[in-house]
């Protein structure tokens, strides 16, 4: 993996990371880069309340932010920034207002290397809107000095549209901080915990290869249509 200057995650949900960045996440940091992790909101709407549920709608937003806090400390990033915004609001905020709030981070970082969603590529409308932030505050900047964008896409057509991922990077060195940040989400993930560990168990390894690959896009600027 390329030494980088600093890496900053924006997502706006806890656990946004653990899936499909927190291998990496833990990778920057084994090889000594500073990792900032920005998320924008608690993900205090979200559906899962634990299986068997054990939160509330009111204990929820306490419960993620302490999740949050754990997946941070599994991966090893120790910046990690909750930007305080609310869960399935963010496409109603003023553009200017996020773009901004990215901005001041760029400039407070400087970093080498920015994760985040790819717009029009990432299903949610929290994804999209802080996706579009992204890459608002990027374009801003000068393209002899812009960071990279590295980019998450999962929606169905995505492949067809902006082509097969362009980095594969395999986390199996860090799959325990991995699935440490997994466990650490659990009132998201206790659902898939349980059946993934058995697959584990039982040797399946197309499975575990699946979640040790963690998949990228370079952001297009020659096909840009961020608005």
């Known amino acids: 993996m390329e030494k980088e200057r600093h890496v900053l995650v924006i997502f706006p949900h ?5 899936f ?3 291998g990496t996440m833990a990778s920057h940091v084994k090889n000594g880069t500073p990792v900032t992790y920005a998320c924008l909101t608690l993900g205090e709407m979200g559906r899962n309340l634990g299986n068997p549920p054990f939160a509330t709608r009111e204990s929820l937003p306490k419960i993620r932010k302490a999740e949050l806090e754990a997946s941070a400390k599994a991966i090893g990033v ?12 963010l496409e109603f905020i003023n553009d200017d207002e996020l773009t901004n709030m990215v901005s001041e981070l760029i400039d407070e970082l400087n970093p080498s290397l920015i994760i985040s969603f790819y717009p029009g590529y990432s299903v949610h409308p ?14 801003k900047i000068p393209v002899e000095s812009r960071p990279k964008l590295y980019c998450v896409a999962f929606a169905k057509n995505h492949e067809t549209e902006i082509g097969a991922p362009d980095i594969h990077h395999d986390v199996s060195d860090t799959w325990e901080q991995k699935f440490g940040a997994l466990k650490a989400h659990i009132s998201q993930t206790a659902w898939m915990l349980a059946d993934l560990e058995k697959k584990i168990a039982d040797e399946q390894p197309e499975l575990l290869d699946h979640f040790k690959l963690e998949r990228f896009w370079t952001y297009d600027w020659n096909n840009d249509k961020v608005l």
């Open 14 to 18: 806890p656990d946004d990371e653990a």
């Open 20 to 22: 499909g960045v927190s």
């Open 78 to 89: 120790t910046d990690l920034r909750m930007m305080g915004y609310r869960d399935k609001t």
């Open 126 to 139: 929290d994804h999209e809107a802080t996706g579009r932030a992204v890459v608002r505050a990027v374009r």
